[in-house]
């Protein structure tokens, strides 16, 4: 079919060629008209014969011996007489003449010929003929050679063109070389072309392209148009490519719309289609027409196609257009695609075999070869077309959806991050933008690394430096991003890359900062547990943060010693040399008397015995290799052991950390350890506690001791065999009065100290819990049993006791509330009901103890306390005592116990956290305990009865109190922002130590999970003052209110809102991994109120529906602070996100407050700093959350301040029980700021206003300007000096706002709404005026914080006037505008008279009249003195 197709053609383009072709042109000649050049050619002819026969031999001598044509005919002959000598077989044609002088010698001789025109159909029946062998076909279609003849001056040019391009240049013969050579192509539709052979379609389209003349382009271009729709692809393709080349200027835009019709029939001609639209030049309306239809084929077309579609639709994109044009491309653009062939490779590595895996293999290189084209394409174009690049920036700053985002979206911000320096803090900026609202995920990053690895690799530079600067964010998200980066770009990266990155993050490590050091050592901890091997070939840098140790804090230590341990003993051989650098710093930090160096040198070591003693997989070595290594290890592990050992013996403190370290190392590494290793030392362990610590009990005990020693706290008193105690006084005693009197100590002897107690019971219960698959039965007697005190009770017995006895009895008393605080840690998950019951107690004890402690120490002075805390009690900061701690971190502490409410029972201890035992997350399981009963059996063993013991409101109140401390520690919430040049603070971590091995993901997690019961106890607390309300309710000052219990129940209230507070306001659920942690704790809240019917609702819903369950604790909230808080917490629900409704909620819980009276169970008003700071916070939500600022903040002014200022002295507003003389300041300053704020968000008026808008953007300056009116005039009732300095700082930005706000408006207003405008100026004259005021006042009080305001608001208010003068001008209102004298005055608007006579030289003013009411700007009733509102003038009063 296709054979009997091509005959088609050629019989169809022979046709074409009679009718239209030479023979028109012939027939048109006539014969009998001869010029009389034709004369000179017929009278020259004979000669030229003569010469012709005179070297015809010659020349056919030299032809054959060139391999020419022997047989001449007309063509053969004319060509040679023109210079071109024709060769057969593989020798090219030769050309002895200029191409130029050819084709006129040509010319010339078929015009001349005695049987023209009849020679033309020869002459082409002639090259009919010639060119039927392929060889001389080919020769005719390339090049001719170049030849000179013996003593020949002609030149001739290095490069000749083809025998048909010459010929299809001479204008008799074109139509018939083109209609023959277009006649051949069908010949070769059936070719197949090797890698050496012959394309001859190419070489003939290749012969039309650039002719000087086309007799008949507009043919030419139709036959190869329709040749396309008949042709093989192949032959499509050379014709589609060489159209540019052919086309007249004026046949581009049609041949355009049919090439973009072509393309969108198929697929296959896309490239050719589009490299040859590329170089047309088409208009906007085709161009745009043509794009589209590439754009359309962008989703279906062949991968290795993309990189030219998209260069296409790069390279004619213009400025206007570039937004839209780029936001379709990356719609269209999916590299998913892109990442199948990987796919089917995993699946084909497990099911095929190996050399259908190595073809899917080359799959994937052209696959990733041609997304690396697609990238090259849009690299050149954003940089070297500058609207693409911004384009592209904004098309993603554009995209709102989360879904929306792509991995091509990354990539392309890295490339125009690599490529552009112009653009690099704009793609930062939306990079950052991205990534904090959550539509950057770390899961796509992760793609781009691992699918596009060999496109990335290109901008790691780009890469390095976003990773370093998102490291420095104060924002987790972005923080995060930047970690995730480098550990992408180590693992998809080549060594040097990775050597880099190792680098960077080393460099971070020693740069001091905190965040950046704690992020960079969590990245290399990742690294080294993923890479290990990788990560090995760079030891030798992260080996020199050793070299910078004095900046990181214990922490950070263990993190780095856990990364070298790793490093050096995982690779057993590679690893020796770390190993040994390790040993050396460990001994040198160890034998130092420096305590900071001996305290790393215990985190280190013990970190080393953690690896050391680290199971490991049998795959590690052979069963030869494996005695041999157990050896090696037990022998570096006695090392360790033995060398800590003695260098911590003899000192308590570093026992005691050496005991809380190990403790630490087995909590985390829980079943990994080989615990075979550690035999020796447990065995130690378990025989000394007992020795050291533990007693009989009994009733007497030997010795002289300051205070008689007393049995106390037995819970087990029924159990008289067998009874054990701590003893405690006696070793207190001995530590204490040793240290104080002689200090002698047995150097040969271990030194037993009660410092010890407490860690080396934390160390026995882990250890015990991990030998016996977590069972304590072992060491449960250790909860019952009582302690070795004395008598507590100290009520009046304070006085009588001398220092030394009232610092024996503080520290006794701090070394049994830890010893209950660890125990409690040790039993508090036990699930015997007994057990339970015992522990509820212990907490019970240490309620009662911090009681009787908080006594002791309110009876010394602060500054003994202070000095007695760091020093005897120096190691009860748990291991938090891993820092010495300064002075200024106590002091931080100090005041924020100072703020807490006074009714705290615990407040007097706050100062003293950081050397209580920490609390592990576990113990705050307690908080799920309701009822418990506890057996109490009579003698002969049998249950007599059972006592309910439950958690009472003291106890509550200290574990909600610890919980909050932590989570206020560890959860940062998202409002927080990093301060530039934070002042240098002790270690951060004092106190937390436990809690800070976890991450905030971690603590985040423990909380939701006690979510449910702390909703139970804040019910609870509801329902109390409820009650409490309702019992009160119409009774004032009620006598039988109890005072203590109602501050133990509003703190455990207020610690309970601060706990939801942490958790909801953590800035961790910005991230959209920890998205499921949200959903889990709003459910749960949710599920209060619609019980079972949550799971299935959607994030927005739960939101709503949190929201309300926590609104309906509004009414009973007890104290201000406690709604402060609530507020709060909504404020961090509602914002996820902020619905209209709940902000009207928002403002009316705020309203609520605002006006609701606030007593103290006394009957004292609430006040104070920190009701101050509520207060200013409370009112600012009110007035931002409001539907009209304006109104609200004139209501406040106009009704709830003229009450006040009718009230009594201590009177407050009835309508706003908490305005009141105290907190007048508070309410100034935010109605002064919420209003400058609100007067910013009109719009400045434009030209093209309508009537209508300008009229609404007037009335909101009317009413804004009124209430600035009347807030500047309360200054003259309450003029202390925080309000005059407000209204002096507020004043000027108000009237700065207006200059540049509200004036434009004016200039185009002023002519349609004259009298309002005319209002509207006399209002504010009469503010700027008495703003003036103020500032004599300033002057004349010489107040330096006033005076500072002056300057600005002098040139402010006269920037005004002359803005007025101004916008008269522009409406021609000239002449109302006219001169008078200002003088100073006071608040009360009497004349300074030191001043009168310097400002009537220095202070002339210029006042505005309206001209509708004297346009001769004369003012009979304005005095002089009342003309103006500042030193210079504004309009006056008519």
Known sequence: MLQHQGALVQAWLREEGNNKGFVTMVSKRKLSKVDASGESCKTDLPSRCSETKKSRISDTEKASAHGGVENEGVFEELLRTSGIILKAGEGQNEIAVDQMAFQ???????????????????????????????????????????????????????????????????????????????????????????????NFPRLIVNQ??????????????????????????????????????????????????????????????????????????????????????????????????????????????????????????????????????????????????????????????????????????????????????????KAIENTTSVSDHKVLDLIALLLIHSTNTKNRKQTEKVLRSKIRLGCMPEQLMQNAFQNHSMVIKDFFPSILALAQTFLHSAHPAIVSFGSCMYKQAFAAFD???????????????????????????DVLTDLVMLHTSLLMRYATFVKTVLDSTQKLNPCQIRKLFYILSTLAFSQRQEGSYIQDDMHMVIRKWLSSTVPNHKQMGIIGAVTMIGSVALKRNEGDGSSLERPELNSERDGQLSTLLDLVGFCCEQTPEVLALYYDELASLIEKQKGNLDLQLLDEFGRSLVEDFP?????????????????????????DEDESQGAIAINLLPLVSQSELGRVTDGMSNQSKRVVSPICLSPCFRLLRLYTGEQNSGSLEEIDALLGCPLYLTD???????????????????????????????VINAFCQQQDAEMKGKVLTRLENITELQTVLGKCLAGRKKKTDGSKASSADRSQADDSSEGNQPDTELSELEKTAAEREAGNPL????????????????????????????SVLDTEMHTEAREVVQLGPAELCFLLDDLCWKLEHVLTPGSTRRVPFPKERGYKDIGFSHLCQR????????????????????????????????????????????????QLMSSCYQQLLLTFRSLFAWNGFSQRENTDLLRSALQVLADR??????????????????????????????????????????????????????????????????????????????????????????????????????????????VGVPELINSAKDGCSSTYPTLSRQTFPVFFRVMMAQLESSVKSIPAGKPSDSSEVQLEKLLRWNIAVRNFHILVNLVKVFDSRPVLGICLKYGRLFVEAFLKLAMPLLDYSFKKHRDDVQSLLKTLQLSTRQLHHMCGHSKIHQDIGLTNHVPLLKKSLEQFVYRVKAMLAFNHCQEAFWVGILKNRDLQGEEIPSQASEERDSGEEDSAESPAEEPSGSDSNASDEEGAAGPGPSPAEP
């Not at 491309?329 to 695609?337: A, G, I």
């Not at 060594?495 to 050592?521: K, M, P, R, W």
């Open 907 to 934: 407040a007097q201890l706050q100062s003293y956290r950081p050397y209580f035992r920490e609390l592990d997350l576990e113990v705050f399981t307690i908080l799920h305990c309701g009822l418990l009963t506890k």
């Open 1089 to 1198: 109120l619609k019980p079972g019917e949550t799971e299935f609702l959607l994030l927005e819903e739960l939101i709503s529906e949190s929201f309300q369950y926590l609104l309906n604790f509004q009414q009973s909230v007890p104290s201000f602070h406690c709604a402060f808080i609530l507020t709060q917490l909504l404020i961090a629900i509602a914002e996820k996100p902020m619905a209209g409704w709940k902000k009207e909620k928002m403002a009316s819980l705020a309203k609520q407050f605002l006006c609701q009276s606030w007593v103290k169970p006394g009957g004292d008003r609430e006040k104070g700093s920190q009701f101050n700071s509520a207060l200013h916070t409370l009112l600012c939500v009110y007035l931002e959350h409001t539907d009209n600022i304006l109104k609200a903040i004139e209501e406040i002014s106009s």
């Open 208 to 393: 039309f392209k650039w002719l000087d003349r086309l007799l008949d382009s507009q043919d030419l271009v139709k036959k190869l148009m329709q040749m396309v729709n008949v042709s093989p692809v192949p032959i499509q393709h050379d014709i589609i490519t060489s159209l540019p080349e052919i086309l007249e200027d004026s046949q581009q835009s049609e041949v355009a719309r049919e090439l973009s019709c072509l393309l969108k029939q198929g697929r296959r001609l896309t490239v050719p289609i589009l490299d040859a639209l590329s170089r047309l030049d088409l208009d906007a309306g085709l161009l745009a027409e043509v794009r589209q239809s590439a754009m359309t084929i962008v989703p279906s077309v062949k991968l290795e196609d993309l990189p030219v579609v998209v260069k296409f639709i790069l390279h004619n994109v213009k400025a206007a257009d570039a937004v839209e044009v780029i936001s379709d491309l990356r719609k269209s653009l999916d590299l998913s695609s892109c990442v199948l062939p990987l796919q089917i490779l995993g699946s084909q590595k497990k099911l095929k075999s190996q050399v259908q895996a190595s073809s899917s293999m080359s799959q994937v290189t052209t696959s990733q070869n041609c997304v690396k084209l697609l990238f090259d394409v849009i690299k050149l174009a954003v940089r070297f077309q500058k609207d693409v690049s911004e384009a592209w920036i």
């Open 999 to 1046: 991450s905030p993901k971690e603590v985040a997690m423990c909380v939701v999970k006690l979510l449910k019961p702390l909703c139970s106890h804040m019910e609870n607390m509801h329902n109390y003052f409820q009650a409490v309300v309702m019992q009160n309710r119409g009774v004032e000052d009620d006598p039988g209110t109890n005072i203590q219990e109602h």
């Open 792 to 822: 507590l009770e100290v009520e009046g017995k304070l006085d009588s006791l001398s220092k030394q006895e009232r610092e024996f009895l503080c520290s006794l008393l701090f070394y049994a509330l830890n010893w209950f605080r660890e």
């Open 495 to 521: 060594s040097y890359c990775q050597q880099e990155v190792v680098t960077a993050l080393v460099t971070h490590v020693c740069s001091g900062n905190e965040t950046e050091l704690d992020i960079s050592l």
């Open 104 to 198: 006129k010698k040509l010319c010339l001789a078929l015009e001349k010929h005695p049987t023209y025109p009849g020679v033309v159909k020869q002459f082409i029946s002639g090259l009919e003929s010639h060119i039927k062998d392929r060889n001389q076909f080919k020769n005719c279609l390339l090049p001719c050679t170049p030849i000179r003849t013996e003593g020949s001056r002609t030149l001739v040019h290095s490069y000749c063109e083809s025998l048909i391009k010459l010929l299809l240049g001479i204008k008799i013969l074109q139509p018939a070389v083109i209609t023959l050579l277009l006649e051949k192509i069908p010949e070769f539709f059936f070719d197949i072309v090797g890698t050496f052979g012959t």
């Open 691 to 715: 020795s050291d610590f533990v007693v009989d009990l009994n009733p007497t005990v030997d010795g002289s001791f300051l205070f008689p020693v007393k049995s106390l706290y037995n819970l």
